[in-house]
Protein backbone atom coordinates (compact mmCIF):
# COMPACT_ATOMS: atom_id res chain seq x y z
CA UNK A 1 0.00 0.00 0.00
CA UNK A 2 3.07 2.07 0.28
CA UNK A 3 2.85 4.45 -3.06
CA UNK A 4 4.35 8.04 -3.59
CA UNK A 5 2.14 10.77 -3.65
CA UNK A 6 1.72 13.89 -5.54
CA UNK A 7 -1.14 14.86 -7.74
CA UNK A 8 -4.38 12.95 -8.45
CA UNK A 9 -6.58 13.65 -10.57
CA UNK A 10 -9.37 11.38 -10.75
CA UNK A 11 -13.18 10.70 -10.73
CA UNK A 12 -14.90 10.23 -7.39
CA UNK A 13 -16.94 7.87 -5.76
CA UNK A 14 -19.80 10.26 -4.04
CA UNK A 15 -21.04 8.91 -0.25
CA UNK A 16 -23.14 11.89 0.47
CA UNK A 17 -24.05 10.73 4.13
CA UNK A 18 -22.88 12.26 7.01
CA UNK A 19 -21.63 10.39 10.66
CA UNK A 20 -20.38 7.33 8.80
CA UNK A 21 -18.48 5.81 11.43
CA UNK A 22 -15.97 2.85 11.36
CA UNK A 23 -18.48 0.04 12.01
CA UNK A 24 -19.82 0.83 8.87
CA UNK A 25 -16.68 1.55 6.75
CA UNK A 26 -15.51 -2.07 8.28
CA UNK A 27 -17.96 -4.20 10.23
CA UNK A 28 -16.48 -5.25 13.71
CA UNK A 29 -16.55 -9.19 12.67
CA UNK A 30 -13.63 -8.65 9.91
CA UNK A 31 -11.66 -7.44 12.56
CA UNK A 32 -9.83 -10.72 13.61
CA UNK A 33 -7.13 -10.68 10.74
CA UNK A 34 -3.54 -8.98 11.60
CA UNK A 35 -2.85 -8.98 8.21
CA UNK A 36 -3.83 -5.74 5.79
CA UNK A 37 -4.68 -7.51 2.48
CA UNK A 38 -8.05 -8.17 1.83
CA UNK A 39 -10.33 -5.68 3.84
CA UNK A 40 -11.12 -3.66 0.33
CA UNK A 41 -13.80 -6.52 -0.33
CA UNK A 42 -15.33 -6.09 3.13
CA UNK A 43 -15.29 -1.78 2.65
CA UNK A 44 -19.15 -0.68 3.78
CA UNK A 45 -20.05 -4.85 3.38
CA UNK A 46 -23.01 -4.35 4.85
CA UNK A 47 -24.44 -1.28 2.81
CA UNK A 48 -22.60 -3.23 -0.27
CA UNK A 49 -24.17 -6.51 -0.29
CA UNK A 50 -27.05 -8.32 0.48
CA UNK A 51 -27.38 -10.96 3.18
CA UNK A 52 -26.93 -13.94 0.75
CA UNK A 53 -23.42 -11.92 -0.44
CA UNK A 54 -25.19 -10.71 -3.40
CA UNK A 55 -24.18 -6.61 -4.78
CA UNK A 56 -27.11 -4.49 -3.40
CA UNK A 57 -27.65 -2.54 -7.02
CA UNK A 58 -28.47 0.61 -5.25
CA UNK A 59 -24.85 1.40 -3.38
CA UNK A 60 -22.20 3.13 -5.02
CA UNK A 61 -19.66 1.15 -4.90
CA UNK A 62 -21.89 -1.41 -6.97
CA UNK A 63 -22.75 1.47 -9.48
CA UNK A 64 -20.39 1.38 -13.01
CA UNK A 65 -21.57 4.71 -13.44
CA UNK A 66 -19.43 5.95 -10.76
CA UNK A 67 -15.33 4.98 -10.17
CA UNK A 68 -11.91 6.24 -9.15
CA UNK A 69 -9.48 6.70 -6.49
CA UNK A 70 -11.23 9.80 -4.81
CA UNK A 71 -13.60 8.94 -2.29
CA UNK A 72 -16.60 11.99 -1.27
CA UNK A 73 -17.62 11.88 2.10
CA UNK A 74 -20.02 13.16 4.31
CA UNK A 75 -19.37 15.30 7.65
CA UNK A 76 -17.64 13.44 10.37
CA UNK A 77 -16.69 10.94 8.48
CA UNK A 78 -14.60 7.76 10.31
CA UNK A 79 -16.15 8.50 13.75
CA UNK A 80 -16.67 5.70 16.20
CA UNK A 81 -13.83 2.84 17.49
CA UNK A 82 -10.54 3.42 16.29
CA UNK A 83 -10.22 0.52 14.82
CA UNK A 84 -7.57 0.52 11.82
CA UNK A 85 -8.91 -2.04 9.48
CA UNK A 86 -11.22 0.76 8.75
CA UNK A 87 -8.42 2.91 6.70
CA UNK A 88 -6.96 -0.58 6.03
CA UNK A 89 -9.99 -1.29 3.74
CA UNK A 90 -10.26 2.24 2.39
CA UNK A 91 -6.90 1.74 0.81
CA UNK A 92 -7.53 -1.89 0.22
CA UNK A 93 -10.66 -1.23 -1.98
CA UNK A 94 -7.99 1.58 -3.99
CA UNK A 95 -8.76 4.98 -2.84
CA UNK A 96 -6.10 7.60 -2.02
CA UNK A 97 -8.01 10.23 -1.47
CA UNK A 98 -10.77 11.01 1.17
CA UNK A 99 -12.44 14.32 0.98
CA UNK A 100 -14.92 15.56 3.51
CA UNK A 101 -15.81 18.87 5.75
CA UNK A 102 -14.93 16.82 8.78
CA UNK A 103 -13.01 13.81 9.88
CA UNK A 104 -12.69 11.64 13.27
CA UNK A 105 -9.27 12.81 14.13
CA UNK A 106 -7.77 9.13 14.96
CA UNK A 107 -9.28 7.72 11.71
CA UNK A 108 -7.90 10.91 9.84
CA UNK A 109 -4.52 9.71 11.42
CA UNK A 110 -5.04 5.95 10.30
CA UNK A 111 -5.57 6.86 6.66
CA UNK A 112 -2.49 9.12 6.73
CA UNK A 113 -0.57 5.59 8.52
CA UNK A 114 -2.03 4.48 5.41
CA UNK A 115 -1.13 6.34 2.64
CA UNK A 116 -4.65 7.81 1.92
CA UNK A 117 -4.52 11.66 1.83
CA UNK A 118 -7.99 12.67 4.04
CA UNK A 119 -8.82 16.41 2.76
CA UNK A 120 -10.90 18.91 4.40
CA UNK A 121 -12.92 20.97 2.46
CA UNK A 122 -15.50 23.61 3.85
CA UNK A 123 -18.88 22.36 3.80
CA UNK A 124 -19.83 24.60 0.98
CA UNK A 125 -16.82 23.18 -1.28
CA UNK A 126 -18.08 19.49 -0.99
CA UNK A 127 -21.32 20.37 -1.43
CA UNK A 128 -20.26 21.42 -4.35
CA UNK A 129 -18.56 18.25 -5.31
CA UNK A 130 -21.66 16.62 -4.46
CA UNK A 131 -23.60 18.14 -7.07
CA UNK A 132 -20.87 18.36 -9.93
CA UNK A 133 -20.79 14.56 -9.31
CA UNK A 134 -24.49 13.93 -9.62
CA UNK A 135 -24.58 16.43 -12.83
CA UNK A 136 -21.45 14.46 -14.60
CA UNK A 137 -20.02 11.35 -12.99
CA UNK A 138 -17.51 11.62 -15.03
CA UNK A 139 -16.46 15.15 -13.12
CA UNK A 140 -12.56 14.73 -12.01
CA UNK A 141 -11.18 16.56 -9.00
CA UNK A 142 -7.36 17.37 -8.81
CA UNK A 143 -5.76 17.02 -5.25
CA UNK A 144 -2.30 18.58 -5.48
CA UNK A 145 -0.38 17.78 -2.24
CA UNK A 146 2.46 19.41 -2.78
CA UNK A 147 0.54 22.87 -2.72
CA UNK A 148 -1.90 21.57 -0.51
CA UNK A 149 -4.70 22.03 -3.43
CA UNK A 150 -8.31 20.45 -4.17
CA UNK A 151 -9.77 21.39 -7.50
CA UNK A 152 -13.25 20.87 -8.89
CA UNK A 153 -11.99 20.31 -12.49
CA UNK A 154 -15.88 20.91 -13.34
CA UNK A 155 -15.96 23.91 -12.03
CA UNK A 156 -12.73 25.57 -11.33
CA UNK A 157 -13.12 26.43 -7.84
CA UNK A 158 -10.59 25.35 -5.23
CA UNK A 159 -9.49 24.92 -2.07
CA UNK A 160 -6.27 24.65 0.31
CA UNK A 161 -6.20 22.14 3.00
CA UNK A 162 -4.16 21.76 5.74
CA UNK A 163 -1.74 18.81 6.57
CA UNK A 164 0.82 18.12 8.87
CA UNK A 165 4.22 18.56 7.82
CA UNK A 166 6.14 15.16 8.73
CA UNK A 167 2.78 13.51 7.37
CA UNK A 168 2.96 15.46 4.18
CA UNK A 169 6.57 14.55 3.89
CA UNK A 170 6.08 10.67 4.41
CA UNK A 171 3.16 10.65 1.76
CA UNK A 172 5.35 12.44 -1.25
CA UNK A 173 8.56 10.35 -0.15
CA UNK A 174 6.13 6.97 0.29
CA UNK A 175 7.63 6.24 3.81
CA UNK A 176 5.85 4.87 6.52
CA UNK A 177 7.08 5.73 10.04
CA UNK A 178 9.74 3.22 10.09
CA UNK A 179 10.79 4.14 6.97
CA UNK A 180 11.25 7.51 7.62
CA UNK A 181 13.39 6.51 11.48
CA UNK A 182 15.63 4.02 9.17
CA UNK A 183 16.90 7.26 6.96
CA UNK A 184 18.29 9.03 10.25
CA UNK A 185 19.64 5.50 11.67
CA UNK A 186 23.42 7.53 11.21
CA UNK A 187 21.98 10.75 13.06
CA UNK A 188 20.74 8.72 15.77
CA UNK A 189 23.97 6.40 16.06
CA UNK A 190 25.92 9.48 16.33
CA UNK A 191 23.85 10.97 18.84
CA UNK A 192 23.46 8.14 21.31
CA UNK A 193 27.62 8.28 20.80
CA UNK A 194 27.70 11.76 22.24
CA UNK A 195 25.59 10.97 24.64
CA UNK A 196 26.86 7.88 26.34
Known sequence: MKQKFDIITSTCVPLPLENVDTDQIIPARFLKATDKE????????DWRYNDDGTPRKDFVLNDPTYSGCILVAGKNFGSGSSREHA??????????VVISSFFADIHKNNELNNFVLPVVVSEDFLQELFRSIANDPRTEVRVDLPHQTVTNLSTGSSEHFDINSYKKHCLIHGLDDIDFLMQHTDKTEQWEQQNR
Open 38 to 45: GFGDNLFR
Open 87 to 96: AWAIAGYGFR
